[in-house]
């Protein structure tokens, strides 16, 4: 690609990112920095010289690190298992696993209470625990779009060479999948190096990160200065640390024959075979599987200890529930919401993956990263970001049902970045360039050889957008409103009033969410093109 | 791969990424569906189109509550939620002079008096004012008017309790008795509206001298700090609906009412109650934003507040008391929540003067 091509490629991700993001949070940081239109740099350097700072910081890295070693350790085996093994229920289980990420953090604190106890709470195991639940699904999703991609024809030569299973999935498809694998890592680093619930709840009040500090200064005291240099200090290392990531993800890349078919899917064959796909699958049960379990099972629990549908039928009667409104509203709110946001991040992320992958070498690491970044700033930064700058014309926004749909997708569109890099990447530029000496423009290349070979991996991308718009409440929660209230919105409404009813019907809407994104997810993997897998 | 961009070229795309944005940002602006009320910026002029209410995420007014509301002025509400009461307070405060509504809602004792030295209201004496308990308007200039109170109030677990053949602790310095050790879950006052008032609660009782002991006793006794309201009411306590294991928790007085909500027939007893003397007052107040587009609706809105429907239906609601006088209680609310006699009630000013040196110290007395 050309220049020129990239540099109009790179527009939409570029405007998009300029307005809902560099615009809101540049607003914010300045209005910290220069309190009475002076620069203030005391309180930068009074909080970088703060020595109790330095330990909230490494304890944010190491905690991000360790939980990252540990996604990646439960997310490739599963995501090699549900790529390669056929059995019943393999998309259901591929939907389900992206769940965790619509629940609101108390609700999942609700489930781990009650699977494990209150022992572990407040230790480092529960934050470690909860961060793999919430974010095993970005490495399925990710290493998986690229794995269902590999050519079969390199795992069967392997094999008809004498390489048996373990050794072709080691020695082929793992150095093939590493660049899907890094790509993984940076998102799941990132998520939990920003990690605010379940630091909160889950970690207790001993252990801070800067997220939770920077919200705290943020919201609860409102001292800009203080926000702004903790917020600098964040976005420095994520900067660093995604500058030298990207580096990285590009020199691992193998261009590789892609099939524009997919790896075979069978069924298991042999003990080995079977064990590793029931330790897989007993592995993701357990640690995703049997907390929702548990919350859909609270929601039947009546309060005599019976099971019944009570709670739903509360839910629906405007006498018995405090929301004010029916819950169906909120259900559908949420949905208009995720589909908005999720075809401005497909759009958006899908013209960034392009430039990244085919544009010019600096013009597209540094896009790369740039894309990256809203996931490094605080939410809370976003959010009051925007209500201090999107206030005049030509960008008045504030109270905008767009608003709403915009910070969804600004979060969710680094998820379809990575989902497409590595497929994007792992595309033989032979096969482009035959295309292009048979005279194809590179526009028709593009249609004929990128589209219908990455056409699952945008599926996968969408799936994976709607379910992080659907359950982000960063930056929602500071514009949200309540005549479209969502429904992870509302289950926090509920669960902020006492009483079993209260209880039950946030329980019981969590269970709706649920299924809600499963079958969500489900209807999206089917309209993908090229696919029915 | 292709060679770099000429420097030329980079700034054309540059440029045409700015004017972009400014097109789709124009673009966005009144994109709203028909249901979803008037875009903004639209509000006319005197008392029609539309009222915005700024308010904590648990604010909203149900349908019939809006159509009475319309009925009576033929102004439309929108409810614009900014996280929780705290969070909202502060971006007024970040916004003063070109609000995001037209009334504020929900701020209360620990809030008010930095949300008065900002500026951020003008005065509006409701027309139902004086109706209201006199005990509960704080601002003179009618600045806020108060709306609902509450109490904020150790819970215990009744049956818990009656099982063990313990007594409930009597008043705040009874938790700090080994006899309850490991039992009390607290909210953290940094993140939390009812963990500041306890704290407060705490500092009224023993004095400025006095409440880092009392609190380094609860330490010494095994408290537990929650994040916020719902983790330790749900995930801590084992009262009610709690999941948790502790049989003393930080709450209201009217969570009570909400155990027995819907038992038909009602119980004798609830199966949580409340340690009355351990209450402290808490009041919301709303006020008409300076600068609003629509003051005079703000005005209609906040006397709408007061009215009987609305106050009626604040318990069952938001589980906290009317303020106007004489308002007919739900019998749930009349015979299981507690409005004490005499609660704990510390100075706006007192509180927001000394509210972030009393939470660093408290943070160093009880997580470090």
Known sequence: MGPVGAAVLSLPPLVFLAVFFAVPVGAILLTGLRPDGSWALGALVEVLGDGALRGVVWFTLWQAVLSTVLTLAVGVPVAYALTRFDFPGRRVVHAALLVPFVLPTVVVAVAFIVTLGSGLRGTLVAILVAHVFFNVAVVVRVVGGLLEKLDPRMEDAAATLGAGRWRTALHVVLPLARPAIVSAAGVVFLFTFTSFGVVLLLGGPEHATLEVEIHRQTTQLLDLPVAAALSLLQLAIVAGLLAVGTGRQQALAVAQPIAGDAASVRRPRGVGERSFLAAALALAG?????PLALLVLRSFRAPD???GLQWYRALVDPEASVLGRPALDAVRHSLEFAVAATVVAVVVGLAAAVVVTRGPRRWARALDVVLLLPLGVSAVTVGFGFLISLDDPPLDLRGSWWLIPMAQALVAVPFVVRVLVPVLSSIDDRVREA????GASPARVWREVDLPLVGRAVGVAAGFAFAVSLGEFGAT?????????????AILRLLGRPGPSNFGQAMALST????MTTVSLLVISRLRPGGTR | MSTRAPFRRRRAAVAAAA?????VAASCGGDDSADEGPADGAAPDGPSGEVVVVAHDSFDLDDDMRAAFEEETGLTVTVQQGGDAVSVVNQAILTAGDPLGDVLFGLDDATLSR???ADLFVPHEAERLDEVDPALVLDDEHRVTPIDHGAVCVNYDAEWFASEGLEPPADLAALADPAYADMLVVQNPASSSPGLAFLTASVAE?????????WQGLEDNGVDVAADWSDAYYTRFSGGAGEGDRPLVVSYGSSPPAEVLGLDPLPEEAPTGVVESTCVRQIEFAGVLAGAENPEGAALLIDFLLSDRFQESIPLTYFVHPVIEGTELPEVFERFAVDPDDPYQLEPEVVADNRDRWIDEWTDAVLR
């Not at chain 1, 295309?435 to 048979?438: G, I, R």
């Not at chain 1, 709706?512 to 299924?515: S, T």
Request: without cysteine; charged residues 15%.
């Open chain 1, 286 to 290: 357990a640690l995703v599987g049997v």
């Open chain 1, 305 to 307: 200890g019976g099971l």
């Open chain 1, 435 to 438: 295309a292009a000496v048979l």
């Open chain 1, 477 to 489: 929660v500071f514009i949200a409103r309540a005549e479209t209230v969502t429904v992870p919105v």
């Open chain 1, 512 to 515: 709706i969410l649920m299924v």
């Open chain 2, 19 to 23: 004017l972009a944005a400014t097109l």
């Open chain 2, 115 to 117: 949300a008065l030295d």
């Open chain 2, 206 to 214: 023993f004095g400025e001298d006095g409440w880092l002991d009392y």
